[in-house]
């Protein structure tokens, strides 16, 4: 019996978690029946819409009930909760595994979408999983026959880096698999461990069995749970007896790997590209799916790649295969999360146009014995020839010899009754399962030391048990008392934890990293009931004090985000500032997902001899444009070799990246195998390259008004410490390249409309340079863009010393200047960057190609839509009430202007009297011309010098106001320095201070401007009466 049906999707909101609630984040998602639509968090009207088959509104609308589990808060509720999801999701699976067909359900989102919630769920509040399991059972024991025999197995398989790990694998270290191919199964797992199962609490404890196994591995070889997918499978069988048919099912319950790991860094221009199998699964699973998709609407595809990796093998029949297969996404709403919310979102839409053909599983049980043994056949006659042949292909023996060795397992399988199964399995649960009511027993005895893990659904499986006396805590056992802890910077001697008189102590040994709530342990202190520890890189635990300290506290909320959280804050990022922006957030949360595996990565450095140092931090985390808005944010790692000083600065994508080939590299090496790699392989290894150190702002707006512009200017990093100063001038001149007079400087900037504007960028020296204080070896090149031209500019390189003697001159010339142009000038500045140089690397160089020269040798740069610098970005919701200020004083300044214009028209109203009456030719004009000469203190024809005096005042201002700008920009640039008490106030004094000397520079500048416009205007008043009673 044929079945064809499309994949069908579900999507589901979560709540805020609590990071998202501390920081006020917004909700960017708006549900109807099945249509999703998602808002950008910058701009609400900028929507994406998306319709999938079902859809789950579980953001809120919710209440916890007596026994701990979501439900909605009342009858008009949207919320959806567990059960609703069962019912939709995991019911039909249970359908359908009756019926005899094969299900699958795929969950897929960013890493704390809710993935593990809506699969295995919280406690009480079961997930998809069990009450599938549970469900099961439910079902068998109301449809008993005597006919009938019902057959549970259960299996749970972990795919890490291409490799297969069975977690309830009878070893204590879970064993890597092979996948293999078969006629009959198609891909499947060599020796994979299926337990038989009777009732729900067997599975519930396989459960807790196999996610203990996936921590202890992960904290073994690194492998975070949030990059490795988890294949949970149900084999449901109906054996019919008298028919000697069986009808079997296999349920797979797939949580993949969280989505963001998706993200190439070949975006980045990484040399590396997704150089990891890490990233393999996902990337081969999204081609698949874009392949199937294309199928189904139609098209000609030569290759679905299954076989790229071990994931989509095993996934084959669930995609485009003998499945019917569901997939439900998990989003976050939280505009901190708009990107990777939007990505799950598409590939999702592409999931639902797969087609799948599903058949019923009915085989009769001698036909599959006979199956079996006609394929053994040809295996051995297929070993018979090779042997005749004296061909010596080892591999290829090995190869068949272990098919031949599985097809004869699974005969036997057959073979053997279900009693004797059980029977068996029965025997290893007493074996298994007995340290459970002991370890019961001792949480009511002794506290202790739960783990607590990236992925929340592996929290809490691990207890740690602090007996009496004296323990140490390490990675060697060889002590009379230890806790065995593996982890990256995990020292055989770590720490040494008592429990004496009912009081317990921590205290590092030597130089181990132990950090206790967020701060470096450097003493022995006494543990407090929910202290949180952070042992070497990354193995976090929660300490849980003596029974009588416990009160029932959720300790739900102490989880990975917390701890790292909790560091942030130490180093001095925080989420806690309610009115922060959402570009702000996400970046909070990428420093707090990152920063983990910037520890490893120093960890794996320091052991692997590659002396270097990884450094996380946040590029333009205090720093503003020209005109005070904050700058965009992210998250970028510094990497710095301890012996020759040399640094890179890497993108996000590209340090996670390599961070997963240094995995790779870390395990062979702790598998003992030899490391062989190439510069071109080496992901410690990158060319040396120039570094971005800082930028400066110089304004414009002196060119509208012909004012040269002298300025000292300080170069910020993106931390917005002070790089270096600059000083450069900003000189109107002719075409010859000669400085304009004062006689030359314009009060109306509109005059210039239509003309032609030359100028002169002279950068002069760069001084107190701290990339070279740091190291003498090295130089600086400053690179900027004028206007919109596309070509950058930049000055020769400087080495080896700390004040850079510079002297670069270079003349630009507008040919036609446009109003587009003077608002640009008006508002905008010409933005430097420094450079810092190191040896080897490749210096700045200037284009030469598409530049543009006049007869005179000046650079051509007109432009019709000047444009700001890619990295600006301009939001007027952030300007500060001090700026704000400013903009106001601006604006006094354009009714000053007006009022020049008045005076301009009366200027030329009396240079017309004038002419006029000296066209007369009167008898008395000698005397005329001597008055006029008095009144205005000059031997000839009177000359409207009140333009003159005007333009001379603006320079003055101008110049005063720059200063101005400078103590504004860098009062906002000011942070707190710490937490002291007495530091604080210091500060505070030193901000006060700060505050006075701009306010009082503020109010000397626009004093200053209107005296000089008083005096103008009296002046220009006393003319007018003169010519008054002259005429």
């Not at 819409?49 to 007596?66: E, M, P, Q, R, V």
């Not at 140490?472 to 008189?501: E, Y």
């Not at 933005?831 to 490749?842: I, K, S």
Request: hydrophobic share 35%.
């Amino acid at each position: 019996m044929l079945s064809a049906d499309s994949v069908q999707v579900a999507v589901r909101v979560r709540p805020f978690n609590q990071m998202e609630k501390d920081a006020g984040s917004c909700c960017i998602i708006s549900m109807v029946l099945n249509s999703i639509t998602v808002c950008h968090p910058r701009n609400r009207n900028n929507t994406k819409t998306f319709l999938f088959d079902l859809s789950y509104w579980s953001h809120n609308g919710f209440i916890k009930n007596k026994e701990g589990i979501l439900i909605p808060d009342g009858p008009a509720s949207k919320y959806a909760d567990q059960k609703r999801v069962f019912d939709d999701l995991g019911q039909e699976m249970l359908n359908n595994a009756w019926k005899g067909y094969n299900a699958t359900l795929l969950a897929y989102g960013q890493t704390g979408s809710g993935k593990s919630y809506s699969m295995i769920g919280y406690g009480p509040d079961r997930g998809i999983i069990p009450l599938t399991c549970d469900g099961m059972f439910k079902i068998i024991h109301q449809n008993q026959e005597p006919d009938k025999q019902y057959q549970i197995y259960f299996s749970m398989l972990e795919i890490y880096n291409e490799k297969v790990v069975d977690l309830l694998a009878e070893s204590k270290q879970p064993r890597d698999l092979k996948v293999r191919e078969s006629p009959q199964r198609g891909f499947y797992v060599e020796n994979q461990t299926l337990v038989p199962c009777e009732s729900y609490e067997q599975i519930q404890q396989l459960l807790k069995e196999g996610n203990t196994k996936r921590i202890t591995r992960s904290t073994s070889i690194n492998a975070v749970s949030s990059r490795s997918h988890l294949i949970t499978t149900i084999r449901f069988k109906q054996v019919f007896l008298k028919d000697h048919l069986t009808k079997q099912s296999d349920i797979n319950l797939v949580d993949l790997a969280g989505s963001e790991r998706q993200k190439s860094s070949g975006s980045e221009g990484d040399r590396l590209r997704e150089g990891t199998a890490i990233n393999l699964s996902l990337t081969t699973l999204g081609n698949v799916i874009s392949a199937l998709a294309e199928i189904a609407m139609g098209k000609r595809v030569l290759h679905v790649p299954y076989r790229n990796s071990t994931l989509t093998k095993l996934l084959q029949s669930a995609l485009g295969g003998n499945s019917k297969t569901r997939m439900i996404a998990t989003v976050s709403p939280a505009d901190i999360c708009y990107e990777e919310t939007l990505s799950t979102l598409r590939y999702a839409e592409r999931t639902k146009n797969i087609r799948n053909k599903a058949v019923i599983n009915e085989n009769p049980t001698e036909r599959l014995i006979l199956e079996l043994r006609a394929e053994n056949a040809k295996l051995r006659s297929t070993i018979t020839k090779i042997r005749n042949t004296g061909l010596r292909v080892e591999e290829e023996m090995k190869e068949l010899r272990q098919s031949l060795a599985e097809n004869e397992r699974q005969m036997a399988e057959i073979q053997t009754s279900w009693e004797e199964q059980l029977e068996k399995a029965q025997q290893e649960w007493e074996q298994k399962y007995k340290t459970l009511t002991q370890e019961r027993r001792m949480i009511q005895m002794f506290p202790y030391l739960v783990n607590v893990n990236v992925d929340p659904q592996l929290s809490g499986f691990v207890h740690l048990f602090v007996q009496d006396g004296e323990t140490v805590i390490g990675q060697s056992a060889g002590f009379p008392q230890a806790i065995v802890i593996k982890g990256f910077g995990v020292a055989d001697k770590h720490a040494i934890i008592t429990n004496l008189d009912n009081k317990v102590t921590l205290e590092p040994c030597g130089q181990a990293k132990v950090i206790l709530n967020g701060a470096l342990l450097l003493t022995k202190v006494p543990l407090k009931h929910l202290d949180r520890l952070i042992l070497g890189s990354n193995s976090t635990y929660l300490y849980v004090g003596f029974p009588c300290e416990r009160n029932g506290e959720d300790m739900s909320k102490y989880d990975y985000d917390f701890f790292q959280s909790e560091l942030a804050a130490v180093e001095g990022l925080s989420n806690r500032n309610k009115k922060v922006d959402p570009s702000v957030l996400a970046v909070f949360l990428d420093y707090i997902r990152v920063k983990p595996l910037v520890a490893e990565a120093n960890q794996i450095s320091e052991e692997l001899s590659k002396d270097l140092r990884f450094e996380l931090e946040v590029k333009n985390l205090a720093l503003t444009d020209s005109r005070g808005h904050d700058l965009v944010k992210e998250v970028i790692v510094k990497v710095t070799n301890k012996t020759t000083h040399q640094v890179w600065v890497w993108s996000k994508a590209k340090f996670v990246n390599r961070k997963f080939i240094m995995e790779d590299i870390y395990q062979h090496f702790i598998d003992g195998k030899t490391i062989s790699l190439d510069r071109e392989s080496d992901p410690f290894w990158d060319p040396i390259d120039v570094v971005h150190l800082g930028t400066a702002y110089v304004w414009l707006q002196s060119l509208n008004y012909c004012i040269p512009l002298e300025e000292h200017v300080e170069f910020h990093n993106s931390q917005g410490e002070e790089e270096a100063v600059l000083q450069m001038n900003l000189v109107p001149c002719t075409p010859t390249g000669q400085p304009l007079s004062e006689d030359e400087i314009l009060i109306d900037p509109t005059e210039m409309v239509g003309q032609r504007l030359d100028f002169q960028v002279q950068i002069k020296q760069c001084l107190g340079i701290r990339w070279l204080k740091q190291n003498s070896m090295r130089g600086i090149q400053i690179q900027y863009h004028v206007l919109n031209h596309p070509c950058p500019f930049c000055t020769k390189p400087i080495w080896n010393t700390v004040n850079a003697r510079i002297d670069q001159v270079m003349q630009f010339t507008v040919k036609s200047v446009s109003e587009e142009l003077l608002n640009y000038l008006q508002n905008h500045a010409l933005v430097l960057d420094l450079w810092g140089l190191q040896e080897d690397c490749t210096e700045i160089s200037s284009p030469s190609d598409d530049i543009e020269l006049t007869d005179e040798g000046s650079i051509i740069i007109d432009c019709v839509r000047p444009q700001l610098p890619s990295s600006v970005e301009i939001d007027d919701d952030q300007l500060s009430e001090l700026y704000i200020k400013l903009s106001k004083l601006e604006q006094e300044i354009e009714l000053l202007r007006d009022v020049n214009r008045t005076l301009r028209k009366d200027n030329v109203s009396i240079k017309s009297t004038l002419r006029k009456m000296s066209d007369a030719s009167r008898p008395d004009e000698k005397s005329f011309h001597r008055k006029n000469a008095e009144a205005f203190g000059s031997k000839g024809t009177p000359k409207a010098s009140y333009e003159v005096d005007f333009a001379k005042a603006l320079k003055t201002f101008y110049q005063s106001m720059n200063r101005v700008r400078n103590q504004l920009l860098g009062l906002r640039r000011h942070r707190p320095p710490g937490d002291d008490v007495e530091t604080l106030r210091l500060y505070l004094d030193n901000q006060t201070r700060i505050i006075r000397d701009f306010g009082d520079s503020l109010e000397l500048c626009m004093n200053t401007l209107k005296n000089d416009v008083s005096l103008i205007v009296k002046k220009k008043k006393g003319h007018n009466l003169w010519g008054t009673v002259a005429k």
